[in-house]
């Protein structure tokens, strides 16, 4: 029988991916496997050919490179099967510390009549045993490394049984055994893998580029405001211009209204459509802020990526001055009789602002995907709808459908005015107003509210 000979284990997965340390946190695995995406995918061979020419000694190889590179990826992402992946490696590594390339009669060996096994004293002061088992299953290279082989035999039945899951024959170099196998093929059955496109791997592409020079970008924007602010300093110092005129100091008289924004959409949107509502909600909380007659502002169902998007990218919210964040539904906030959901599609039109009412608007952005979403959302929840009286006072080219900023600009503006002709105008974009426009083509009509 021959004993354990040392078999080279590499290139593993960490070093298909070209990384020396194995405990690396998952986002530089990440950056690391973009990074060799980007250099080997086939998509970018006709630009950085030359650049690699030595490296790549034709397409064939290329295109194992790549393979190899998104399998590595698709197990080291996914923490369960980096754990078991880890533990093999641990484990295979442990079985060939040493070098035998001597064979040994059974004779020679000690039986266990407890552990149905062989054992022989190695060089590591352990002992290397064979089951009964393996040797009917036809394996003559011995797979365990027990170190102290005076443990009673239910441990060393646990420990043949563990390291059983990663027995090297001259059958089986592979590092993906039996038990990461059926890890992957359990994950591929929950989640299909998922091959990159062109326009997915321009994606990365970007999104490398954009985190890359966030700082220099951050540094060039300062700079660049430093010496615009410096260039006026020195025109008003020479005589050149004049100092801008303070703003006056208007004077706010706070509306009881309260206003309510719906986010309870969040399933509804991409994550383009969720960045696109912070910033409306963001223009909300402003054009508020500034008003003479400011409300009462509710986020009410607040929670999944919008409040994701808060925290991460919008982090002052937490400074904002009457707004309320509320994660409950506006049905669990406000009394039923007071609500008035503002849709396009209620049959209902308002007059006059009701400043003892509540108000809501749908935080959608769909591009009008949804159709009926809010009017439908006020029947079922058995609350009153109604749309502005937009038809009565000005004519637009597209549909009734207005992006959320704007419908809380016009209930703002109403406040301030009491003429709805006034707040529409001043509010509602001119493209809206350009007479022939196709009503398919304003791709800005991006809320279900009116």
């Excluded at 090297?168 to 929950?190: C, R, T």
């Excluded at 989640?191 to 999104?207: H, T, V």
């Excluded at 909300?284 to 986020?299: H, I, Q």
């Amino acid at each position: 029988m021959n004993q354990l000979t040392r078999q080279e284990i590499t290139p593993t997965y960490y070093e298909i991916l070209e990384i020396s340390d194995e405990n690396v946190s998952i986002e530089q695995i990440k950056r690391q496997y973009q990074k060799l995406l980007l250099i080997y995918h086939p998509d970018k061979l006709g630009s950085i050919m030359k650049k690699i020419e030595e490296n790549i000694k034709n397409n064939d190889d290329n295109e194992r490179k790549i393979e190899l590179i998104i399998k590595a990826w698709q197990i080291l992402k996914d923490p369960e099967l980096r754990k078991v992946y880890d533990e093999e490696l641990k484990a295979i590594r442990l079985n060939q510390d040493e070098i035998y390339n001597s064979e040994v009669d059974l004779d020679d060996m000690e039986y266990n009549e407890e552990t149905k096994s062989y054992s022989i004293p190695c060089r590591c002061s352990g002992y290397h045993i064979i089951t009964e088992h393996d040797l009917e299953q036809g394996a003559n290279i011995t797979g365990y490394i027990i170190k102290n082989k005076m443990e009673s035999s239910e441990e060393i039945n646990n420990k043949i049984e563990d390291n059983s899951k990663v027995t090297i024959s001259e059958n089986n170099k592979d590092l993906s055994n039996g038990l990461l196998n059926e890890a992957i093929d359990k994950k591929q059955e929950e989640e299909p893998q998922q091959n990159l496109s062109k326009n997915a791997l321009k994606r990365l592409r970007r999104q490398q580029k954009w985190e890359e020079t966030r700082e220099a970008r951050k540094t060039a924007w300062k700079e660049k405001d430093r010496k615009k602010k410096e260039e006026k300093r020195k025109a008003i110092k020479l005589g050149l211009s004049k100092s801008p005129p303070k703003k006056p100091k208007v004077e706010s008289i706070p509306s009881d209204m309260k206003v309510v924004i719906d986010l309870s959409f969040d399933e509804l949107m991409n994550d383009v459509e969720i960045s696109s509502l912070t910033s409306q909600l963001s223009r909300c909380y402003s054009a508020n802020r500034s008003a003479t007659r400011p409300v009462n502002l509710y986020f009410t169902s607040c929670g999944g990526r919008v409040q994701e998007r808060f925290n991460t990218k919008l982090q002052n919210y937490v400074n904002w001055k009457n707004v309320i964040f509320e994660s409950r539904s506006y049905l669990d906030c406000f009394n039923k009789d007071e609500l008035i959901y503002l849709t396009a599609d209620s049959n209902e039109c308002i007059q006059e602002l009701d400043e003892q009412k509540i108000y809501i608007i749908g935080g959608l952005v769909d591009k009008n995907r949804h159709k009926s979403i809010c009017y439908n959302k006020s029947q079922k929840d058995n609350i009153a709808s109604a749309q502005l009286p937009i038809g009565n006072y000005v004519q637009l080219s597209t549909r009734k459908v207005l992006a959320v900023n704007h419908v809380f600009e016009i209930l703002i503006r109403w406040l301030e005015y009491k003429d709805w002709e006034k707040a529409f105008l001043e509010v509602i974009p001119q493209r809206k107003f350009n007479v022939g426009r196709d009503e398919k083509t304003d791709v800005n009509a991006i809320s279900e509210t009116t």
